[in-house]
């Protein structure tokens, strides 16, 4: 049991959890049950409050402001994941915010992983729906989304191979649309990428089928990644997206990373985005 402000993993809390793309993570005002008594099976149950939420790139992110995730209501999360079966990971969960948004409706979300690793390989599916009375009111319907991936090691390299498609349910103008994370701008989308953290994963994968080639690999005393996406956007056109990072630990206790985006986008302006961070542990 922990109760206050805390990380949430994305493994076990999908839909409300840390992202570690910025220089701190988001935290939660939260009060977490976690079980293990059932063999090679996880039970968890949390209730999250409020947070201090990642912002796109146009708002920034106040990471002092912690605010309420839903009024008093909070949202509510149950996961359950078993491993049974040696190699395989079966994830899902269930969340729910009791008048959320309009005051008047629930917002009910419903999401499963599964996913093998049998070491030099690894396959995973994804899927689920997010639905809302306000959702059927406005004529569009529940948002439902799949994503499946595929990686493997080819010598010093790990590539990786993902897909998603999202429908144009919800309510995108109100901010209800796509698949999205309540406590910042990723998804649990195999596909989120650096577009994602900067725009809203909510906006770039709303209406849309996104394509990731990504792959990394060990050199220069570091890690060299890089990837290549294309979505085909019904809200914001055809999305070109490159991204080149070098991570290394120069020396015990500090560790940099530097990140180069370059973004081609229909409707959004082309974009160049260098992110370096250091971290100094004490």
Same mark, same amino acid.
């Given at each position: ?165 999202? &429908? ?8 209800? =649309?796509?698949?999205?994370? %309540? #406590? /910042?701008?990723?998804? $649990? @989308? *195999? ?13 770039? &994968? ?8 990504? =792959?990394?690999?060990?050199? %220069? #005393? /570091?890690?060299?990644? $890089? @990837? *290549? ?54």
């Amino acid at each position: 049991i922990k109760v206050g402000r805390q990380t949430l993993p994305k493994a076990l809390s999908p839909f409300a959890y840390s992202e570690n793309w910025n220089v701190f993570a988001n935290t939660f005002d939260a009060a977490l049950l976690v079980n293990t008594d059932i063999a090679n099976t996880t039970l968890v149950y949390a209730f999250v409050k409020g947070g201090n939420a990642n912002a796109m790139i146009l708002d920034a992110s106040d990471m002092s402001d912690f605010g309420d995730l839903n009024e008093d209501d909070g949202v509510h999360m149950l996961t359950v994941q078993n491993k049974s079966i040696t190699d395989l990971t079966l994830t899902g969960s269930y969340y729910y915010a009791a008048d959320f948004f309009d005051g008047a409706n629930s917002l009910n979300i419903l999401w499963g992983d599964a996913h093998y690793n049998a070491g030099s390989f690894n396959v995973g599916v994804q899927g689920g729906q997010i639905a809302h009375d306000l959702f059927d009111t406005a004529g569009n319907g529940d948002i439902n989304s799949f994503g499946a991936k595929i990686a493997a090691a080819l010598g010093p390299v790990n590539a990786e191979l993902a897909y998603s498609n999202t &429908n144009d349910g919800g309510v995108i103008g109100a901010g209800l =649309g796509g698949v999205l994370n %309540l #406590g /910042g701008t990723t998804s $649990a @989308l *195999y596909t989120s990428t650096m577009a994602d953290e900067l725009i809203g994963s909510n906006i770039m &994968n709303y209406d849309a089928d996104k394509w990731v080639v990504r =792959g990394n690999m060990d050199a %220069l #005393g /570091g890690n060299i990644a $890089a @990837l *290549y996406a294309m979505t085909d956007s019904g809200l914001v056109g055809d999305t070109t997206e490159i991204d080149v990072a070098y991570t290394t630990t120069v020396a015990d206790s500090l560790d940099l990373s530097a990140v180069y985006m370059y973004s081609d986008n229909d409707t959004i302006d082309t974009s160049d985005v260098v992110r370096v961070i250091a971290n100094y542990k004490f």
